[in-house]
Each structure stands twice: as structure tokens, then as C-alpha cells.
């Protein structure tokens, strides 16, 4: 089924929700007119359509593979990432000095929302090069950026990052790949890699790593972890792709999803890299990498579940059953449940995830701490419940569907398999929630608490003209509020026991907010009606999830492995 860009959604919560003017007021972003804005939203919107949407099942169908150390990807993935690259979409948010236009992450972000909508296997290989993109312009040194950023926003060179081993995994501290100095200014990296994505590929002329490794006589643990760049071919004197690097793929993954993405299995042999940062500061320089791609895959998730949503959406209205009004499913009252529900949370974690972009740029503008803060609490709620929501509406979308929804030829279990992993990988969702009751909440509560202060202050306001959807709306906050009270009072292991139902919890009020926001810009309109659906029939699901985020930790260590035993 055509998948249709949802160009006009983005304009609307620019313009009504997520607060935009904000970042089109400051100097640092003038250029980010309504004209401009439009323009790179219709122009990306049909790169998706025309280009990217074709090859959603050519990359599940076709899998990338490995033959003779050479990877080759899906048929058609060759055209479309030429196209991301030609049309210089993998480089909104980039610095113009090495040739990125310079606009908002947020514009960045309702790209890369339709994209993965498009297609998701494809979606990851820009993904993964903007993230380096931006850990090298705030981390490398002025050669290594002269020479790396305008191919990597060109397109002509990929990035990927290389964190986890075989036994180091959420705990990278326990990484064993060694960084031996050349007496050159360069370093012989050697170690395995393992769930690297776009590891390799048979497309683009160098593919750059990204690579934690430890320097000798580093300290143990996160501490004594250093960055390195390390490509695939050493540029030569002249910049291009030299001589091939002692690096190789030793396998592809055979994964549930992303058929079409290939996750590799790296090893490297003394190949050549570049430090990148400080001596034992790599994971300050490839949190920046992670945090971007926190965000953008938060947004793979919202993406998928637009995708998922569009493909049941089509289905229902052509699948004829009964003898009611349009003779179709649609008519269902569970029918019609589940499409409302796949509809009202996507755009809540979309409105979550742009608000969370919102705040990035305002804080690249402004540098005020107050940003920096806002968009750090909304990262790991943005990326839990914006793949938690691409899982969900993927898995009801299998069910609208009925029994062709489990028949592989309908395409809909495609996204309920591509979207499963965007929960588990750049930090578990868990960690996720571990990371917002950690620490998110090291200030006291004061981010969250300013946050939930203007939730109420626009919940107050709206009582005026929808008190029926205002009320329930500025109660939720204060559960809310009094749940973060009790959070910030509680020692690590109370807090991580509920961190899950509390972020969870979270999403749904922030939710709940931004739907408020948009039924009041939109009166007796579509996003009123979707916005008294959301608040009146999921929005209550805060209550128990709150409930359950208080509990604190006893019960489950009550419980002894002998009591969970099968």
C-alpha cells in the first residue's frame, strides 16, 4: 500500500503544539521561515513516497548479505540512498562550514519520522552518519573535521559506531578492544564489535567507524575508555580512499526485522584510527553520538507506527464484512478502537519526540541551561515511548488485519518485526527508564517539575473552553508531580524498580498535554475529537502506572529465584 507523508500533521504541530516560533525567534535559526519549512517537509515527504516507500518489502524480501567479505545490500537500496545523499537530507541539521544547511534538529526530525515510515532498514544507514556527524563536530579535531565532515554530509562516506562486544553489552565499561599507540599520532585498534549497524556496505566509497577502545594502562570500567575514528580505507594525500584498513566483517546477524539493514559482526586487526576527543574521555565524545541517536530512534519508532497505522488503515477500509453503513470493518466499534488508539498515540510520541527536538535547538541557540535540561529529561522518554508506540501499533496493526495480518504477503507483520528491536538497542528501554529516574532527576525534580508546571499552567488556561478534556488533563499532572515527589525521595533501587511504569506514566500525561494543546487549536475539528479519545479513554492508564512506579523495590527482591523458577 502507498505510504502518503503525513506532510501536513508536521505543519500543524509546528505551527500549534510544539512551540517552533520559539526556535524560529532566535538568530541562530532565522532562516527557518514557514516558506523553507515547507519546502523541505513537501520535498522529503515525496522522496519517501516516490523513492523510499518502494523498497519497504525489496529489503525484507531481499536481504542484505555477505559474499566473498563484500556486503551487498537490498535491490533499489543503491537509488535510494543516492537520492537521501543527493538531496542532501542526511545533512539538515549540519554545519554549513563543512557544507550542512544548518537548520533545526527539529526539521531534522520530522524527516527522518518519514523516512522510517518509508522505509525503516534504509532509514538507519543516514541515521547512523548524522549521529557521527555530530560527535565529530563537537569532539574531533579541526583536521580530522576538514577532512571526514563534508564527506560524511555529502553522502559519500558512511558512519556507523562500534560500542558493544560479546561480553560487553549495556555494561561497556567491561570492553576489552585495545588501542595501541603508533608513535605517529595514529593508534592500532584490535577487538571484535558486534550489532553494528550499516557495518559495511557495498555503496558508498568509505564507511567510517566510530570505535570505544582502551588505551594501555587505562584505568578499569567507562573511565579509561577512549574514541577513535577509524575507516574503512585511509584516506590518502589527497583525501580519497586510500589504502583498505586491517578491519573486515566477519558475519551479518540473521535477525527477526530490518532484513535490509546489515548488522555486522567487525573485527579489527591493528587497523589505523584517529583519537577522537581526550585520552579516556570516549564516552563523553560518543554520548553525543548516542544521544542523537536516542532521539532518531525514538523517531524509527514513531515512523514505523505512522507506517503500520497507514497499512491497517487501508485495509480496513477495503475489507468488506457486514451490512452496516460503509460495509466494512471500519464499522467495528473494536475496529474502529484500535485504529483510534494506533492513531491518538502516534501523536502523542510524535508531539513528545519534536518537542524534545524543540528543546535541543533552542539550547544549540540559546545556551541556556534550562534547555539543555528540558531536552535531556525528554530524550529517554521520547526514545522508550516512541518505540514502545512503533511496537504497539505495529501489533494492532497485525490484529486489524485479522488472520492476513499473520500471512507475511499483507506486509503488516513486516513492521511489527522491523520496529521489536528499536526497543533494545542505543539503551534498552529499561535503561531508558533507569536513565530518567537517575539521572533526570539528580536536579531535584527541577526540570520535570518546570515541565509539569506548564502543563498545568495550559491545562488552567484551557478550562475556559474545554473544561471537559482540561480537567482530567491538569489532574494527571498532578499525580504526575506527586509521583516525581516520591521518585526524588527514594534511594536508586526504589526508584529503578518502578523507573519503567514512572516513564510510562510520564508519556501518557505528556501525552495527554500536547493533545489538549492541539484540540484547542483546532476547535470542533479531527485533532479535538482524537484529542477527547486520548484523554478519556488512554490517558486513565496513568493511574495504575503511577500506582505501580511508587511500589518501590521490596516485593520483588522478596521474591528468590526458586519462587521464579519454571
Not at 12 to 28: C, M, N, S
Not at 242 to 254: C, D, Q, T
Request: proline share 4%.
Amino acid at each position: 500500500m502507498p505510504y502518503r507523508a503525513p506532510v501536513s500533521e508536521f505543519r500543524f504541530l509546528f505551527d500549534h503544539v510544539v512551540g517552533f516560533d520559539q526556535v524560529v525567534a532566535t538568530e541562530r535559526f532565522a532562516e527557518a521561515t514557514p516558506e523553507t519549512v515547507n519546502a523541505v517537509l513537501g520535498e522529503a515527504g515525496k522522496l519517501c513516497e516516490e523513492v523510499l516507500s518502494p523498497l519497504q518489502r525489496a529489503g525484507d524480501l531481499h536481504p542484505a548479505r555477505l559474499e566473498n567479505g563484500i556486503v551487498r545490500t537490498s535491490p533499489g537500496f543503491r537509488d535510494g540512498l543516492r537520492a537521501i545523499a543527493e538531496g542532501g537530507w542526511i545533512a539538515i541539521a549540519a554545519d554549513p562550514e563543512y557544507g550542512g544547511m544548518g537548520l533545526p534538529m527539529t526539521m531534522t526530525t520530522a524527516v527522518n519520522d518519514m523516512m522510517s515510515a518509508a522505509c525503516l532498514s534504509l532509514q538507519l544507514a543516514p541515521l547512523m552518519t548524522q549521529g557521527q556527524i555530530e560527535a565529530l563536530e563537537n569532539h574531533a579535531s579541526d583536521e580530522l573535521k576538514e577532512l571526514y565532515l563534508p564527506k560524511l554530509i555529502s553522502g559519500e562516506w558512511m558512519g556507523t559506531m562500534n560500542l558493544t562486544e560479546p561480553q560487553a553489552g549495556s555494561d561497556v565499561g567491561a570492553l576489552t578492544t585495545k588501542a595501541e599507540p603508533n608513535g605517529d599520532g595514529t593508534y592500532a585498534i584490535t577487538g571484535q564489535k558486534i550489532y553494528i549497524s550499516w557495518g559495511d556496505n557495498d555503496i558508498s566509497e568509505n564507511v567510517c567507524h566510530l570505535v570505544l577502545a582502551r588505551l594501555p594502562g587505562a584505568v578499569p570500567g567507562t573511565k579509561g575508555i577512549s574514541l577513535f575514528l577509524v575507516p574503512k580505507r585511509i584516506p590518502d594525500e589527497s583525501g580519497a580512499p586510500g589504502l583498505a584498513n586491517s578491519l573486515k566483517v566477519v558475519s551479518l546477524e540473521h535477525k527477526m526485522g530490518l532484513h535490509g539493514s546489515p548488522t555486522a559482526v567487525m573485527q579489527y586487526d591493528g587497523a589505523t584510527g584517529w583519537l577522537v576527543g581526550e585520552e579516556n574521555d570516549g564516552m563523553r565524545a560518543m554520548f553525543t553520538m548516542m544521544n542523537n541517536a536516542r532521539l532518531g530512534v525514538g523517531v524509527q519508532g514513531i515512523g514505523a507506527a505512522e507506517g503500520a497505522y497507514q497499512h491497517a488503515l487501508a485495509y480496513a477500509e477495503g475489507r468488506k464484512q457486514g451490512r452496516t453503513e460503509n460495509n466494512t470493518i471500519t464499522d467495528h466499534a473494536d475496529v474502529r478502537r484500535m485504529l483510534a488508539t494506533m492513531k491518538a498515540d502516534t501523536f502523542a510520541a510524535r508531539a513528545i519526540a519534536l518537542a524534545n527536538a524543540v528543546a535541543i535547538d533552542m539550547e544549540t541557540a540559546t545556551g541556556h541551561a534550562d534547555w539543555a535540561a528540558r531536552a535531556a529529561l525528554l530524550t529517554p522518554i521520547t526514545k522508550a515511548f516512541g518505540t514502545d508506540t512503533g511496537i504497539d501499533v505495529a501489533e494492532l496493526g497485525v490484529q486489524v488485519h485479522g488472520g492476513m495480518g499473520f500471512i507475511e504477503e499483507t506486509g503488516a507483520a513486516q513492521y511489527s518485526r522491523d520496529v521489536r528491536v528499536t526497543a533494545i538497542y542505543e539503551g534498552t528501554n529499561g535503561i531508558q527508564s533507569m536513565d530518567l529516574v537517575g539521572r533526570k532527576l539528580m536536579d531535584g525534580g527541577e526540570a520535570a517539575y518546570r515541565l509539569l508546571d506548564e502543563m498545568e499552567a495550559d491545562a488552567e488556561a484551557a478550562r475556559a473552553d474545554l473544561p471537559e478534556l482540561a480537567e482530567p488533563v491538569w489532574q494527571a499532572c498532578e499525580t504526575l508531580r506527586e509521583t516525581t515527589e516520591w521518585m526524588v525521595a527514594q534511594g536508586a533501587q526504589d526508584r529503578f524498580a518502578g523507573s519503567v511504569p514512572y516513564l510510562r506514566g510520564f508519556a501518557r500525561v505528556l501525552g495527554a498535554h500536547f493533545h489538549l494543546k492541539a484540540a484547542r487549536a483546532d476547535r470542533g475539528g479531527k485533532h479535538e475529537r482524537l484529542a477527547a479519545f486520548y484523554i478519556h479513554r488512554l490517558l486513565p492508564e496513568h493511574i495504575g502506572l503511577l500506582t505501580h512506579a511508587r511500589q518501590g523495590a521490596g516485593d520483588l527482591y522478596a521474591l528468590s529465584l526458586d519462587d521464579l523458577a519454571a
